[in-house]
């Protein structure tokens, strides 16, 4: 009886297909449309200001509730500290510049000229001054902001002028994080790049993932953008960012590390990057749901700015995952099946 010959029939699956000349490049202009319509659909979409609100039932924000039925609930006093340029203390003049400008501030909400009060050792003088507050600092630091430039027209070349008190420090609070997801976008961006520099030891291969992460994040942002704005949620869009280029650039090493390995022993390059995308499929998918559930958990937090950060953050790392998304149809059932054993297997070996 003749032997029955092995089937040498090469199987043609999506990932084959997807890596193959044409089909590159298809699903290179597939995405960009899709990308270029989506960018059109929430460009005008902006992620909200992060409000720092405490909870509801703390006690701080129990009081602030209280204090907003007073009369002048909206009226704070902020504070002026004069000084001379020359460490020098306060001459008859220099008091007189002074009430000059607290008459100067005098405003609808004290029609009473502030007084001017001298330190003892004559050095210093305090002026107390009520604004208007917004509802949240940033709002209030528009205000103190304009006082201080007013101030600084009033004020003669000889004496300084500073303005603090609480309504002051609060406004500085809001005002310090200002670039602040610029400047930590661009050292995650720097960090990343010098991974992939030292990891793929190439000119040009680096600009690859980091334009895809580019691309995905600007995406990410504008869905993340528009999620907070349908359910009305409070959260910094900046660690989004860091999210994206963290996770993507872990696939990405993980993707170009099992394809070089996998062209050691398959001389065809296409065929060795579909095979590294089947094998990897599995971890980077594990990796993505992980982090995706452990941001959704964040809807259980107190604080409001962190509540609000979970389902935004979310969409970040679901996003990076999008272009394998065809794969997990293609291959579901060895997915999950390998995903299912290597679970049991972990638990017999911890049971033993």
Same mark, same amino acid.
């Given at each position: 009886?003749?032997?029955?010959p ?16 044409r ?5 290179i202009?597939l995405?960009l449309?899709?990308?270029?319509a989506?960018?059109?659909? $929430? ?11 405490? @909870?509801?039932s ?12 007073? @009369?002048?609930?909206?009226t ?9 340029? =020359? ?23 004290? @029609?009473t ?17 009520? %604004? ?6 940033? =709002?209030?630091?528009?205000?103190? +902001?304009?006082?201080?430039e007013?101030?600084?027209?009033l ?12 309504p002051? $420090?609060?406004?500085? %609070?809001?005002?310090?994080? =200002? ?11 720097g ?7 030292g ?5 040009i291969?680096?600009l690859?993932? &980091? ?5 995905a ?5 504008r869905?993340?953008?528009?999620t907070g #704005?349908? &359910? +009305?949620?409070?959260? =910094?869009?900046? %660690? ?14 993980l ?32 990796? +993505?749901? #992980? ?21 935004p953050?979310a969409?970040? @790392?679901?996003?990076?995952?999008c272009?394998?998304?065809?794969? !997990? ?8 099946t390998?995903?299912? !054993? #290597?679970?049991? !297997? ?7």
């Amino acid at each position: 009886m003749a032997a029955v010959p092995p089937n040498t029939t090469t199987r043609t699956g999506l990932a084959e297909r997807l890596v193959s000349r044409r089909g590159a490049w298809v699903s290179i202009l597939l995405a960009l449309v899709v990308m270029v319509a989506l960018f059109g659909a $929430f460009s005008s979409v902006e992620a909200p200001q992060r409000s720092g609100k405490a @909870p509801a039932s703390s006690e701080s924000a129990q009081v602030a509730d209280i204090l907003a039925t007073f @009369p002048d609930a909206d009226t704070q006093t902020v504070l002026l500290v004069a000084t001379r340029t =020359d460490t020098t203390p306060l001459t008859p003049a220099d008091h007189d510049t002074l009430t000059s400008i607290a008459n100067t501030l005098t405003t609808n909400d004290s @029609p009473t000229p502030p007084r001017v009060l001298i330190s003892d050792d004559g050095n210093a003088a305090l002026i107390t001054h009520p %604004i208007t507050v917004g509802d949240t600092n940033s =709002d209030t630091a528009t205000t103190i +902001n304009e006082l201080r430039e007013r101030i600084g027209t009033l004020t003669p070349p000889v004496l300084t002028i500073t303005v603090t008190g609480g309504p002051a $420090f609060g406004a500085d %609070i809001a005002s310090a994080f =200002d670039g602040a997801d610029i400047t930590l976008l661009l050292i995650t961006i720097g960090i990343v790049a010098v991974l992939l520099i030292g990891t793929y030891r190439s000119p040009i291969l680096w600009l690859i993932p &980091l334009t895809v992460v580019a691309l995905a994040d600007g995406l990410a942002g504008r869905i993340t953008a528009t999620t907070g #704005t349908w &359910l +009305n949620l409070d959260f =910094d869009a900046g %660690i989004i960012s860091v999210l994206m280029f963290g996770a993507s650039t872990n696939y990405a090493l993980l993707l170009i590390s099992r394809y070089r390995e996998e062209l050691t022993t398959t001389p065809n390059h296409r065929d060795a990057l579909a095979t590294a995308w089947r094998a990897t499929l599995p971890a980077i998918l594990a990796s +993505n749901v #992980t982090v995706v559930l452990a941001l959704l958990s964040l809807i259980f937090a107190t604080i409001p700015l962190t509540r609000g950060l979970g389902v935004p953050a979310a969409h970040g @790392p679901s996003t990076t995952w999008c272009p394998v998304a065809p794969l !997990c149809v293609d291959h579901f059932d060895r997915v999950w099946t390998t995903t299912i !054993c #290597t679970q049991t !297997c972990i638990m017999v070996h911890t049971r033993t």
